[in-house]
């Protein structure tokens, strides 16, 4: 591994951002180091190892992205501290950038001696096991993982199509439920005036009875007035009332 020296005791006092942008790089060197002998002696899988350099890569960026920020701060460094100060960490610096190229060029020859591995396998090796997960190579790998990339956004698809389709139901069968609510309510209402309308009904039938049963008794009355006319006046005719006497209109003869 390459090391970085640390700054002289006359360097001055280090800045704090720049000192823990050094500590960063210094870790993920380590890191990377480790990783990158695994890669190197230790057999593993097409798709683990395939795996593992997708992994190496990305902490090589992530060292590459601090490196920057690293440079960003040393402009401080020489404005705050002076030349000595910036210059230490310069060289720093320089042994940072000197160590993720290193591991670039590492995990380029990694991937490559996969890659011609593969293809002596591809060559030379017969046919290879399709259900067997462990014969694949990285492109297979990698097409196998596209493949259920694509069913997976297949399946979101029609999931949201299904989705889009239970709302349109729901938003119709809300506007259906709004307006058999009216409707129950304007049958409420017509309900309620037919109840009202039969309470007039049945009082005015009410006041008919009452003036029914008023005209009989005053027609039982003129009735009876009348029979009693008649009645009197055939009586008369009949001289059955006293002093209606018949003829000359005398008085009886005396005994």
């Not at 823990?20 to 695994?38: A, N, Q």
Request: proline share 3%; glycine share 10%; net charge neutral.
């Amino acid at each position: 591994s390459l090391e970085v020296s640390a700054p002289s005791e006359g360097g001055g006092a280090m800045s704090e951002e720049i000192q823990y942008l050094h500590d960063e790089l210094e870790g993920i060197t380590k890191e990377l180091e480790k990783s990158i002998k695994e890669l190197e002696k230790k057999k593993m899988k097409p798709d683990a190892k395939a795996d593992k350099i997708a992994v190496v890569q990305d902490r090589i960026q992530r060292a590459k992205d601090i490196y920057s920020n690293f440079r960003v701060e040393l402009r401080d460094v020489l404005k705050e501290k002076g030349r000595i100060a910036y210059t230490e960490w310069e060289e720093k610096g320089h042994a940072h950038h000197k160590n993720i190229n290193k591991f670039n060029k590492d995990v380029e020859q990694v991937q490559a001696k996969m890659e011609d591995e593969e293809e002596r396998a591809k060559a030379g090796g017969g046919p290879k096991d399709k259900k067997d997960v462990n014969t694949w190579g990285g492109s297979e790998i990698i097409a196998e993982a596209k493949k259920v990339q694509d069913q997976s956004g297949a399946s979101l698809a029609r999931t949201q199509k299904i989705v889009e389709s239970c709302e349109t139901i729901g938003t119709e069968t809300n506007i259906s439920l709004r307006n058999q609510t009216e409707q129950m309510k304007n049958t409420n209402a017509d309900i309620v005036g037919v109840d009202m309308r039969l309470n007039r009904a049945d009082k005015v039938i009410k006041q008919i009875a009452r003036r029914l049963a008023t005209d009989k008794m005053i027609m039982c009355m003129i009735l009876i007035l009348i029979l009693g006319i008649v009645g009197v006046i055939v009586a008369k005719s009949a001289n059955l009332l006293p002093g209606s006497g018949g003829g000359g209109g005398g008085r009886p003869p005396a005994p």
